[in-house]
């Protein structure tokens, strides 16, 4: 079966330090890969998404980037954090032309 | 473009209480429905789905069904429990896709 993995679930960083999460999807191939962050309280705001190895679409200007090293494995960086990047950041995947998405636990991301 | 509006919350209900959240889309053709779960502290889930039009999912006491006419898809149940508080996302894709449109999230409140 598909598990996805994403560490750390917790991490508190301070502002202007550089920021490195990762996601690895095990028990598929060739998966869409997705970043989300999801404010306190709010909905769910895609980042970024990758449909193969070094592809990655953006969908908001920040101070954030993503990379595809590997097929199943996902990473969104910084290389200065800033206040606002606090927020729970999920990973998700999905069959290549197919939805549901399947998520991670999630990091919480907080910046002080 | 495409969107998915829900209902605002928090909404409250007593154990046992019959629980309806109203989700309403803007798509053009024939998309997929879907209503996600987010347990406090985790990921999404996926709850259940339908992919044409007068489907009914449903999935561990919860049904929605697409109506095309009034572009809906209500997530309803007879009976809630405590363990059901969390948050409801409805959300929305195209056959094919690899972005899913998510509506912004309702909270639910299960009182004992």
């Known amino acids: 079966s598909q598990t996805i993995h994403q560490w750390p679930a917790t991490l508190v960083q301070p502002v202007g330090s550089p920021l490195s999460l990762e996601c690895t999807v095990e028990?598929?191939?060739?998966?869409?890969l997705y970043w989300y962050r999801q404010a306190a309280g709010r909905g769910l705001q895609l980042l970024f998404y990758?449909?193969?190895?070094?592809?990655i679409s953006s969908e908001v200007p920040q101070n954030l980037s993503a990379s595809r090293p590997q097929d199943r494995q996902f990473i969104l960086s910084s290389k200065k954090l800033l206040l606002s990047d606090s927020g729970f950041y999920l990973c998700a995947w999905s069959v290549q032309g197919s939805q549901p998405q399947h998520f991670g636990d999630g990091t919480r991301l907080s910046i002080l | 473009g495409d969107s998915v509006t829900q209902m605002e919350g928090p909404v409250t209900l007593s154990e046992e209480a019959f629980l309806t959240i109203n989700c309403t889309y803007t798509?053009?053709?024939?998309?997929?429905l879907f209503w996600y779960v987010q347990y406090p502290g985790e990921g999404l889930q996926l709850l259940l789905k339908?992919?044409?039009?007068?489907d009914k999912g449903s999935n561990k006491g919860f049904e929605a069904t697409y109506r095309k006419e009034t572009t809906s898809f209500h997530l309803e149940k007879g009976s809630v429990q405590v363990s059901d508080s969390a948050v409801y996302f409805c959300?929305?894709?195209?056959?094919?896709?690899?972005?899913?449109?998510f509506g912004a999230g309702t909270r639910l409140f299960v009182k004992a």
């Open positions: 028990g598929t191939s060739n998966p869409n």
């Open positions: 990758s449909v193969g190895i070094g592809q």
């Open positions: 798509a053009t053709g024939y998309p997929s």
């Open positions: 959300a929305l894709t195209h056959t094919g896709g690899f972005k899913t449109i």
């Open positions: 339908a992919t044409k039009a007068d």
